[in-house]
């Protein structure tokens, strides 16, 4: 029984670091945005875009998360998942401009929608009844 439940508790942990990731990324994004915008001199439109496109794939991350989560299951799709946040965290750190910046924060946005599809469900697929 100890067993079982330590193992639920590393994967209830693990899959929750999901929502964690996004709060984090919110965090550090709001610090460094304005020296973003300084960096790449963006008007205030090309800012906006900038700052938003994690948001935007977490959007889309999040309606069409579904299918692959159910196509190829919840502990592939998480792993994947914890592929994209790694791609959008070089991507972002050694972007050149701003186009490949918001790309991978793109990237990473789709990453934590559909995190919030799969993380769920794997959870309480290896709960107890």
Not at 11 to 23: D, E, N, P, R, S
Not at 93 to 105: D, G, K, W
């Amino acid at each position: 029984m100890q067993n079982s439940s330590s193992k639920l508790l590393y994967w209830a942990v693990t899959c929750a670091l999901a929502g964690f990731i996004f709060g984090f990324d919110l965090v550090v994004i709001s610090g460094a945005e304005q020296k973003i915008q300084s960096l790449w001199g963006l008007s205030g439109l090309e800012h906006g875009f900038a700052m938003s496109a994690a948001l935007w794939g977490t959007v889309l991350g999040s309606i069409f998360g579904g299918g692959p989560t159910d196509k190829f299951g919840r502990k592939r799709v998480l792993l994947w998942i914890g592929i994209l946040y790694f791609v959008s965290a070089i991507g972002s750190a050694l972007a050149p401009n701003v186009t490949l910046f918001a790309i991978s924060r793109f990237i990473g946005g789709i990453g934590i929608g559909v995190s919030t599809v799969a993380a769920p469900l794997f959870i309480s697929e290896i709960s107890p009844a």
